[in-house]
């Protein structure tokens, strides 16, 4: 099964911009759907933007806009870069293959200062 393995945060400060990336350690192309989630201190997990295989991504309403997920299989690499961050995007963020299921990897930590 191929691991993904979340990088990239760090804290930035309300309006700024994070790219994370979603490294697979074998062919990002086997993931025929991937998913972008979060989970914040107290909060539900939860999911941020879906990309398959055939370009496809759809975006939560809470980052439509401001997010954009994007695949580069030269370098088995999923990205999520994020805009006009808010303090309510604090959140731990992760990856996660959908189809096939993955696991939970240790995601990467964003803190949005306001």
């Known amino acids: 099964q191929v691991q993904l393995v979340e990088s990239g945060g760090g804290l930035v400060q309300s309006g700024g911009s994070l790219r994370l990336s979603c490294a697979a350690s074998g062919s990002i192309s086997s993931i025929k759907s991937l998913g972008w989630y979060r989970q914040a201190p107290g909060k539900r997990r939860e999911w941020v933007a879906v990309?398959?295989?055939?370009?496809?991504?759809v975006y939560a309403d809470s980052v439509k806009g401001r997010f954009t997920a994007s695949r580069a299989n030269a370098n088995n690499t999923v990205y999520l870069q994020m805009s006009s961050l808010k303090p309510e995007d604090t959140a731990v963020y992760y990856c996660?293959?959908?189809?096939?299921?993955?696991?939970w990897g240790q995601g990467t930590q964003v803190t949005v200062s306001s």
């Open positions: 990309v398959d295989s055939g370009g496809s991504i």
């Open positions: 996660k293959g959908i189809i096939p299921l993955g696991s």
